[in-house]
């Protein structure tokens, strides 16, 4: 297999400046006619041919300046142009024509079907499947592109940029012809066409300028587009404020399709979506629905400016976008809630995310730098490390240069690359620069994979009155990379002490060791450390019971307040112990604590998630943490009893739905209450439950009755469940929920096993292999995300697995890649697991026909 390599970067040979398309829309067979203005690249060799890349494409003809030209040679994956004229030392003009078969493409990469109507996907390498291009993000081109028809089919018509032409043709076809001003990279074209309505909005931005929003869905779903039409609004005035960024556009548009590899994509001006991130109404979507389709439908607004007007010069800078927009989308989501707690809430969600999900990529075989250095499908890099990681780096300079300061190097960022194709280090300079710091120890971030741990070692001196603190960073990298170098790891932190006279402070740790020493201290005070999660590290600190029990009661950071409890609770299941009294009174204070907020209880009686577990073990065994963090579960749900009844009362939310913060964290503590009362005393609250599911105005509640049930294994689950599919039949968005949950039930004693219900669930007739949403919402669901479930003994869930890997490979390459990471960590599995993993992995290894995408992750496992 071929692997890119960061270190072989080199300037096109060749670059664009106008692009014409011309594209006849056919299902079958679309064609595809280009002109591209072809102008000698930075570093250009005379008589250097001109190689395009183009994938699954029927070739028709080629003209060079006009003329029929032969001199050219097509091999899998390239067309190469020889013999041009001048040398190709002076612009010239090529002309392709080639065709491709959209209604065949199960990739949902380059042009597709999806419900009868026409979708483009280009990030990263799909343009190549729509023509012969030079597909790469440092090759920037104005686009005119004229969509051709037959008009009862496809009314609409959409590329990206402004509408300047519409034109009847012969035989019912139409014509649109859209003209995009910005110079883009092709993964930032897209089309449209089909039968689709919109919402519209005009809105004025901070210049006085009135922009065109629109959002594009099937005729029957318009009713379910106000929701993201208010997060677009909302994410635009943002950006204004915090950033002085303004939409550049008159017409900004956003599309909604069912059939999407991922959650969305920022093509310029005509942003692509996931219905699952558009369509929200209350008695169809959850709190968590709502919150996601803001964050996401700002996420792709961002991109506007980083990403598309500053855009990437390789892949391998991916995270110089995803990262620094991933952190926009979190800091205007946290703004959205309204409050200071609201706020912590939301950064304890994203570290949970982080934590759950990055930190074990980050230990082990695809382990990368949010940078990488290598790669063999690039498909398989839009990871967590990238986004999440990237969006912690991000996050470290604002913390390091303060608000202010991470603003003057965003507007010098923009001052200097706007317009541009650039790297993750011209960014840091962009920081280091406006700001006049030197941030070279930075830059190992984003060359060093692997999660650092920061050792704690303090010392309280009665006599002197001082508190010493010696920190010491290490770093086990996964990916076989030798760490030298230590991290910048900035260390927000607070002694905390009786009389409350300590403040918060910043310490860089920048060296292998550093020691601190505190004074004026009358008597030892509790240590708050990373508080915020200043920096996306391991805390090796053997902090005290009695600390820890103080920070829960106490710490005035919301985020280290819940971490005390986190790591409380998880020292005790890994010690498959009960919560002692200590632990249950202190989760009584919280829970009767008038003055908190109900999202923050929730999250503070939330344990730490299994995968989370598996990260401090040596050998894991599933079944033993399952049933450790189970039972720990149990005796809370148990002897808190009281206060999960009064909760259930206290936090219901009388009147019409509101969909409002507030209310979502008592429906979100409600719910909460609810699966503990289930676990606790089923039979006595199964009634209440089921009473909840038929009376719920809404979604969160609905769906929160019936997961309770399900989780819960009582008889009463199967007749809502029932209920809940025939009441929702026609909608999509909400059968993937009914098979989720099904996909996602623990194992519950004496019941069907989950395996058993998932391999029905595959043969149900509402079930399709092509529909990512739908594969996701069983097979993923299942496999990544229900691991007590998934990790059986006799390994039957990974014989599941493998097929699934194997028949998903067929259809869409990048839904199976996801898949196929779900045996990632096998070895770090006890027996008899681990075996049963490597078996399963083999057997996929072994298999004919593997796509670029499985293989690479598939051999990267093994090892
Ligand atoms: N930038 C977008 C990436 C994306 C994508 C990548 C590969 C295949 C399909 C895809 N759909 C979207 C998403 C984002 O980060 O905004
Ligand atoms: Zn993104």
Redesign the pocket.
């Known amino acids: 297999p071929h692997s890119f390599r960061r270190l072989e970067y080199s300037p096109p040979t060749y670059t664009l400046g106008q692009v014409a398309l011309d594209i006849a829309l056919d299902p079958a067979h679309t064609i595809v006619k280009s002109r591209l203005e072809v102008l000698p690249g930075p570093h250009h060799a005379a008589d250097a041919p001109l190689i395009l890349q183009g994938e699954e494409l029927e070739f028709v003809s080629l003209r060079v300046n006009g003329e029929v030209h032969r001199q050219f040679e097509l091999s899998p994956g390239f067309l190469k142009i020889l013999a041009l004229p001048d040398g190709g030392q002076k612009a010239f003009i090529v002309e392709i024509i080639c065709a491709c078969a959209p209604a065949t493409n199960t990739s949902l990469m380059g042009l597709y079907v999806s419900n009868g109507n026409f979708f483009t996907q280009c990030e990263a390498e799909g343009f190549r499947k729509i023509t012969y291009f030079l597909d790469r993000p440092d090759v920037m081109a104005r686009y005119r592109v004229t969509l051709r028809a037959i008009e009862a089919d496809y009314p609409v018509l959409l590329s990206n940029g402004n509408l300047i032409d519409t034109e009847k043709l012969p035989n019912g076809w139409h014509l649109a012809t859209w003209e995009d001003p910005f110079p883009k990279p092709s993964y930032l074209f897209a089309l449209v066409a089909g039968k689709l309505e919109c919402l519209e909005e005009t809105i004025t931005t901070s210049s006085g300028a009135t922009k065109l929003l629109q959002i594009w869905v099937e005729p029957a779903d318009l009713k379910k587009t106000r929701h993201a039409m208010d997060s677009l609004i909302a994410a635009i005035h943002w950006d204004e404020k915090r950033f002085g960024l303004e939409l550049d556009l008159e017409r900004f548009m956003i599309v909604a399709v069912s059939d999407f590899n991922m ?2 994509m ?1 093509n310029k001006g005509l942003n692509i979506f996931n219905t699952k991130f558009i369509l929200a109404q209350p008695e169809t979507a959850t709190d968590a629905d709502f919150a996601n389709i803001e964050s996401v439908v700002a ?2 607004y ?2 506007n400016w980083t ?1 598309n007007r500053v855009t990437c010069r390789d892949w391998f800078q991916l995270s110089l ?2 990262g620094l ?2 952190f926009r989308d979190q800091e205007f989501s946290a703004d959205q809630m309204g409050s200071e707690s609201g706020r912590a809430v939301r950064r304890i969600d994203d570290v949970r995310v982080l934590r759950q999900l990055q930190f074990p990529e980050d230990a082990g075989p695809m382990a990368h730098p949010i940078r990488p250095d290598e790669y063999e499908e690039i498909n398989n890099f839009y990871t967590v490390t990238v ?1 999440e990681k990237g969006a912690e780096v991000v996050r470290m300079y604002q913390t390091l240069l303060g608000v202010e300061g991470f603003r003057k190097g965003m507007d010098l960022y923009f001052q200097r690359h706007d317009g541009h194709a650039v790297t993750c280090d011209d960014f840091l300079a962009a920081m280091a620069d406006a700001n006049g710091r030197d941030l070279s120890r930075f830059k190992y971030w984003y060359s060093q994979s692997g999660t650092p741990k920061v050792h704690v070692a303090e010392r309280y001196d009665a006599s002197l009155q001082q508190y010493h603190l010696t920190l010491s960073q290490s770093c086990t990298p996964g990916d076989g990379q030798t760490l030298k170098n230590a991290f910048h790891i900035p260390l927000k932190m607070r002694l905390l002490t009786a009389s409350n006279d300590q403040a918060e402070q910043l310490l860089e740790l920048t060296q292998e060791n550093q020691t601190w020493v505190f004074e004026g201290l009358a008597e030892r005070p509790a240590l708050s450390l990373n508080r915020g999660f200043s920096a996306p590290i391991q805390l090796k600190f053997a902090q005290s019971q009695d600390d820890l029990m103080h920070l829960f009661f106490a710490d005035d950071d919301a985020f280290n307040r819940w971490e005390s409890g986190q790591t409380l609770a998880m020292q005790l299941i890994l010690d498959n112990h009960l919560p002692d009294s200590a632990l249950i009174d202190a989760y009584r204070h919280i829970l009767t604590d008038p003055d908190l907020d109900p999202a923050f209880k929730e999250l503070a009686l939330s344990l730490p998630a299994e995968s989370y577990l598996y990260e401090q073990c040596v050998e894991v065994d599933p079944q033993h943490i399952h049933n450790a963090r189970r039972a720990f579960r149990h005796a809370v749900a148990s002897e808190l009893r009281l206060e999960w009844a009064a909760l259930y009362q206290q936090m219901q939310t009388p009147g019409p739905f509101s969909p409002d913060a507030v209310s979502a964290a008592k429906r979100a503590l409600k719910n909460c209450a609810l699966n503990m009362l289930l676990e606790a005393d089923p039979l006595i609250w199964a009634p209440m439950a089921v009473n909840q599911y038929q009376t719920a105005d809404n979604m969160t509640d609905r769906y929160g009755a019936l997961a309770a049930l399900v989780i819960c294994g009582s008889k009463e689950a199967q007749a809502c469940l029932k209920d809940f599919y025939t009441r929702f039949e026609g909608d999509t968005l909400v059968i993937d929920k009914w098979f989720a949950l099904q996909a996602s039930r623990p194992p519950v004693k004496g019941a069907q096993s989950t395996l058993e219900a998932v391999q029905q669930l595959r043969q149900h007739a509402a079930f399709k292999m092509n529909n990512p949403n739908r594969v996701r919402s069983v097979i993923h669901a299942y496999c990544l995300n229900n691991p007590a479930s998934f990790h059986l003994a006799d390994g039957s869930g990974y014989v599941f697995w493998a097929e699934a890997v194997l028949a998903l490979n067929a259809v869409n390459p990048q839904i199976a890649a996801r898949l196929a990471r779900g045996l990632d960590r096998w070895r770090n599995f006890a027996q008899p697991f681990q075996s049963q993993m490597l078996a399963a992995l083999q057997r996929v290894a072994t298999s004919p026909g593997l796509s670029a995408d499985v293989r690479e992750v598939i051999n990267k496992a093994i090892g």
């Open positions: 959650g969305a920022e996420h792709e961002f991109h990403g976008k995803e927009t991933v986004y």
